[in-house]
């Protein structure tokens, strides 16, 4: 199937206000929307997406110049069923007012309202770019909020089959599609939504970010990162290898769970590269004219990717090219961006490719004599995305976890805490703010308000105003005397902190 796609039309600032002024008004009407309705929109655009699964997934393939049917179908459409299902059954349980202990001894009983918070803008990637959109906004609909999406514009087809998919069961003051250029997505931007949800690039997170600020929009920001993967001393090198490859040619590298780079054993450097290319050959034993291997998304990525390998190589790296040897003379293919997997050893420190997040089937491999070593170079990098473990539940593996920061880690696989919808799922620090999945993105997208209550004869303001009387002044010294005679007592004589 050919598909053909039109220039991309930008989307005037002022029908952008439109559409927002459309859908607050809309919530105005019903701010706090029932289960039942949450849940029909929330089945209303599940089976949107489903209607348009097929156009949906030739259209991605188009959009990526090669990117095979059964993948999208796997990833983009069926990929956030499960939580989105977990998410409609439990609606009634999270909108619920939650009880807290009440203040002054139980004279102030007090509850939690978890309110819509009203507009929620999602603007979505182009790696993954219908399932990155779809869950945050089936979120959204659950905590009661109207959505409008700004779609990739790197993946035009797509999205403008996804405009109609969910046109043609959402009303547009419900849930709209936005396609557009960079005028479209500044503009969506600087709208002042109730909450932005932005998935792709810390550069263009900070971008998001920014314009959000000038109108006090939270954001919540999915990142990405230098996701590193250690193999622990006690594990077994050939299967972590395998298990590393796998994670890294997932949609050809471009995830930004990838690990970018992995630790391994000095002593298993040779058992690792070897197995790494024994899983490569086995998940494409051709890659040239294989049907089953992603493009790389666009000239300029192809561009970006292939400068980081050379610029490694150029700075003294050996490059091991995983292909079968009689198509070693046909990759890298630029005309059809096919990218062939790549591992990079003894990368110098100050190599590009060591500060930038890869986003293509090339892994560098780093030794250690010491484990420490790994663990120390992780804890001074930027924090990532995801970390990856490869061994047992050590005490070298607790040092990891207490070491380093990362938005999530995952031991012996990949990816498994992101896979898990009763797990918050976010970044920190360059790869993100905020979380979402499951009852995490429920909170997200809710303003938790609490309401307390005072039916005591007299009021408590009253307290705190004048006249200070002398006996009023010697309660409150003597009050704060105590509290820090208390806290003293606590602390070691020298004042140094207890170990």
Known sequence: ??????????????????????????????PIPDAATRRDRVDRLVAAVLDYRSELAEALSADFGARPVTTSLEVDILGGLQEIADTRERIEEWMAPTEVPAALGGAIPTFVQNRPKGVVGVIGPWNFPVVLVFVPAVEALAAGNRVMIKFSDMMPRTGAVFARAVASRMRPEEVVVVNGGLKTATAFSDLRFDHIFFTGSPKVGRLVATAAGKNLVPVTLELGGKNPA???????????????????????????????????????????????????LTHFPTFVDNPDVVSIVNDANYARVTGLVADAKAKGATEVVIVPEQERDRVPDPQARRLPPTLLLDTAADAEINSEEIFGPVLVVHTYSDVNEAIDHVARGEHPLSSYWYGGDTDEFQRFLLRTTSGAVS????????????????????????AYHGKAGFDTFSHQRPVAQSDLPTGLAGALVPPLTPERVETVAATAAAAAAEVTARLRPDGAPRS
């Open 1 to 30: 199937m050919t598909m053909t796609t039109d220039p991309i039309v930008d989307v005037a600032p002022e029908e952008l206000q439109r559409l927002l002024d459309a859908q607050r008004a809309a919530q105005d009407l019903d």
């Open 230 to 280: 250690i193999v622990g001393p006690d594990a077994d090198v050939a299967e972590a290898a395998a298990r590393i490859a796998a994670a890294r040619l997932f949609n050809n590298g471009q995830v930004c769970l990838s690990p970018d780079y992995a630790f391994i054993p000095e002593s298993g450097r040779r058992d690792f590269v070897e197995a790494y290319r024994k899983a490569v």
């Open 411 to 434: 031991r012996n696989d990949f990816g498994l805490a992101y896979g898990n919808p009763a797990a918050p799922f976010g970044g920190v620090g360059m790869s993100g703010s905020g």
